[in-house]
């Protein structure tokens, strides 16, 4: 569990997040919503330690980030897994070599081990025979899922996804938010997606934390998102949802006549 406790942070005199108090819930899918300069992003580089607010406190399972020393800092990093918005693969490194990025990197793991662990990654995310291709030689998605292996190659407690469905297309975006979603119930990862898209919020939605001018303005879940009595949250999921998706879900929900 990752707790924000009273977060504001400023740039140049400018206040980007006000008094913030939102809980990403163990085992779940947590997504952070908004409009484009809402603070959805500054409030997920808060969570992750990118960005230190000037007040309030970011809890990991309890542990304050600002009150760890540097020792236990760089330990805790090995807990978290990370999902950049354009996969961030390394060009020159295969499939397989950039899954064991991470573990050359900061595991104690012998080479055989972390050959063992790299596979296992790459076969749970669907890869099995992709092992010694280059980014260049395979699409979009499946650098995605290799982008998702290589950030739970350390076996995470903790995994952050920035836009996973960016440049994706519907049907391959689908694929990666049920591949998050199952690795997040499998392995009891506390996931963190900062998401503009409604597609994952209504597929996958299970703590949606929704910012608005730098407020957490609701929160709730993809059952309960179409009873919010927010006006700035209703303006943003009509005018973002597939029309046909928003027919079906407020049907089901007893808002809709036949």
Not at 20 to 42: D, F, P, R, Y
Not at 113 to 119: I, P, Y
Not at 189 to 202: C, G, P, Q, R, Y
């Amino acid at each position: 569990m990752i707790e924000a406790i009273n977060v504001s942070k400023w740039f140049d005199g400018v206040q980007v997040l006000h008094d913030i108090n939102a809980t990403m819930e163990t085992g779940k899918t947590n997504l952070i919503i908004g409009q484009s300069g809402s603070g959805k992003t500054v409030f997920m580089k808060c969570l992750v330690g990118l960005l230190r607010p000037e007040q309030g406190k970011i809890l990991y399972d309890g542990r304050a980030i600002r009150s760890m020393s540097q020792s236990e800092q760089r330990k805790m990093r090995t807990e978290i897994g990370m999902l950049f918005q354009g996969s961030a693969l390394f060009d020159n490194e295969t499939v397989l070599g950039n899954v064991m990025f991470p573990l050359k990197m900061f595991s104690n793991l012998t080479v055989a081990e972390q050959l063992d662990r790299a596979h296992f990654c790459i076969n749970r995310v669907g890869l099995k025979d992709a092992d010694s291709k280059y980014p260049a030689e395979i699409s979009g998605g499946m650098q995605k899922r290799v982008a998702i292996a290589r950030a739970i190659a350390l076996n995470p407690r903790y995994l952050f996804c920035d836009e996973p469905n960016s440049g994706l297309d519907p049907k391959t975006s689908i694929m990666i938010d049920e591949l998050l979603s199952d690795i997040t119930h499998e392995y009891n990862i506390t996931t963190v997606i900062n998401t503009h898209d409604m597609n994952s919020v209504l597929g996958i939605g299970e703590n949606i934390i929704f910012i608005n001018h730098g407020h957490c303005d609701w929160v709730g879940n993809d059952k309960t998102i179409f009873k919010s009595k927010s006006q700035s949250l209703n303006d943003f999921v009509f005018a973002s949802a597939l029309f046909k998706e928003v027919k079906r879900v407020v049907e089901l929900e007893g808002y809709a006549k036949e």
